[in-house]
């Protein structure tokens, strides 16, 4: 956006946004006024009133508390998006197989509607800030694309949030970022996991997840803390232990050596992310520990790879309706459709083995 010394502030912010919005810099939404401001370098009061006006004009929506304004104005010469970036952790060689799938389903799906996906991986995973420059040169490299944000970090998400690109969360959504998501209810997830294994006697608990800041792990870990505080919760109420790590096979294998040295270690494990689960069985086997026999282990997401196991661990399943939910907000996001609803979907608990009924 060109910034320029205006003789009648109100006027000429009002003027380049006008011109901003005709261009289609922003594809659904304005950005947020405190980044408007900071562009414009004018006040919010002023920048409200060139707001309004274009309000006044029919081409932004009126304001709404909490959440951005809404571009009602059709985009003068700007072509419409015909492609979906699916920006993601790993590049395509290092994906785990369930990412790989679900992205070869949302272009299964997509392709039907004329929307090509690209997936595209970056080093910001690593991090937990970079700059603007780092994220915009990013976006940049996209022309007029759709994002779907999968298992972003919160300072990901707030910046496309912020910046008024088009993107859909495919994951949980962090709290105050108004976009669009699809993603399992973890904290659904979380309660009744921890509600399974108190029922069957256990009363030290662990939970394994990744040490970076993803909603949804937060949201398995509040699931958990709610069953053990439920009034019908047994007394006293334990607390749980969190081991928290970046995914290495080296680094979780030190962390379950140090948790079951403990003079009291966990009995009961819910973990967040099922390739966690194949390290932990494998190796808590080779220190001597059974599954359920000594240690009860619950995942709380689902891989092909658990029917191969005996005894077969318990989890939770969603199946595809998880990518289908996600087509669907894509689909709605690129063709118009304001009202950005967070979903969250309940998984079915599978059966297994991997529980022990304590005594």
């Given at each position: 956006?060109?910034?320029?010394?205006?003789?009648?502030?109100?006027?000429?912010?009002?003027?380049?946004?006008?011109?901003?919005?005709?261009?289609?810099?922003?594809?659904?939404?304005?950005?947020?006024?405190?980044?408007?401001?900071?562009?414009?370098?004018?006040?919010?009061?002023?920048?409200?009133?060139?707001?309004?006006?274009?309000?006044?004009?029919?081409?932004?929506?009126?304001?709404?508390?909490?959440?951005?304004?809404?571009?009602?104005?059709?985009?003068?010469?700007a072509e419409s998006v015909s492609r979906v970036v699916f920006l993601t952790q790993k590049p395509a060689h290092e994906s785990p197989a369930q990412v790989l799938s679900q992205y070869a389903q949302l272009c299964h799906y997509l392709s039907k509607v004329g929307l090509e996906v690209q997936l595209e991986s970056s080093d910001i995973f690593q991090y937990n800030q970079v700059s603007q420059d780092v994220l915009t040169r990013l976006v940049e490299s996209h022309d007029r694309a759709h994002w779907v944000l999968h298992q972003c970090p919160e300072f990901v998400q707030l910046w496309f949030f912020e910046q008024g690109i088009s993107a859909t969360v495919f994951g949980s959504?962090?709290?105050?970022?108004?976009?669009?998501?699809?993603?399992?209810?973890?904290?659904?997830?979380?309660?009744?996991?921890?509600?399974?294994?108190?029922?069957?006697?256990?009363?030290?608990?662990?939970?394994?997840?990744?040490?970076?800041?993803?909603?949804?792990?937060?949201?398995?870990?509040?699931?958990?803390?709610?069953?053990?505080?439920?009034?019908?919760?047994?007394?006293?109420?334990?607390?749980?232990?969190?081991?928290?790590?970046?995914?290495?096979?080296?680094?979780?294998?030190?962390?379950?050596?140090?948790?079951?040295?403990?003079?009291?270690?966990?009995?009961?494990?819910?973990?967040?992310?099922?390739?966690?689960?194949?390290?932990?069985?494998?190796?808590?086997?080779?220190?001597?520990?059974?599954?359920?026999?000594?240690?009860?282990?619950?995942?709380?997401?689902?891989?092909?790879?658990?029917?191969?196991?005996?005894?077969?661990?318990?989890?939770?399943?969603?199946?595809?309706?998880?990518?289908?939910?996600?087509?669907?907000?894509?689909?709605?996001?690129?063709?118009?459709?304001?009202?950005?609803?967070?979903?969250?979907?309940?998984?079915?608990?599978?059966?297994?083995?991997?529980?022990?009924?304590?005594?």
């Amino acid at each position: 956006m060109t910034r320029q010394i205006p003789s009648s502030k109100i006027a000429q912010a009002t003027e380049i946004l006008r011109s901003a919005i005709a261009k289609g810099e922003w594809e659904e939404f304005l950005p947020s006024e405190r980044v408007l401001s900071s562009q414009l370098q004018i006040s919010r009061v002023t920048l409200r009133k060139a707001l309004d006006s274009l309000t006044h004009e029919g081409l932004i929506a009126a304001a709404e508390r909490s959440k951005r304004r809404a571009i009602l104005a059709k985009k003068s010469g700007a072509e419409s998006v015909s492609r979906v970036v699916f920006l993601t952790q790993k590049p395509a060689h290092e994906s785990p197989a369930q990412v790989l799938s679900q992205y070869a389903q949302l272009c299964h799906y997509l392709s039907k509607v004329g929307l090509e996906v690209q997936l595209e991986s970056s080093d910001i995973f690593q991090y937990n800030q970079v700059s603007q420059d780092v994220l915009t040169r990013l976006v940049e490299s996209h022309d007029r694309a759709h994002w779907v944000l999968h298992q972003c970090p919160e300072f990901v998400q707030l910046w496309f949030f912020e910046q008024g690109i088009s993107a859909t969360v495919f994951g949980s959504a962090f709290p105050g970022i108004n976009l669009p998501s699809v993603d399992v209810d973890f904290r659904s997830a979380g309660r009744h996991a921890t509600g399974y294994l108190l029922a069957r006697g256990h009363r030290r608990l662990a939970m394994v997840r990744f040490r970076s800041t993803l909603a949804g792990d937060d949201l398995a870990y509040q699931g958990m803390v709610d069953a053990l505080m439920s009034p019908s919760s047994i007394l006293p109420r334990p607390s749980p232990v969190v081991m928290s790590h970046n995914y290495d096979v080296a680094r979780l294998t030190r962390e379950l050596d140090r948790l079951f040295s403990l003079p009291d270690p966990p009995t009961g494990l819910v973990v967040v992310n099922f390739h966690h689960v194949l390290t932990m069985i494998s190796h808590l086997s080779s220190i001597g520990l059974s599954v359920p026999g000594d240690v009860s282990i619950i995942s709380l997401s689902d891989d092909v790879v658990f029917e191969s196991f005996s005894p077969r661990p318990v989890s939770y399943r969603l199946g595809d309706v998880l990518v289908k939910k996600l087509v669907r907000q894509v689909i709605d996001s690129v063709s118009g459709v304001t009202d950005h609803r967070q979903v969250l979907l309940i998984s079915e608990q599978i059966p297994g083995g991997t529980v022990a009924k304590l005594s």
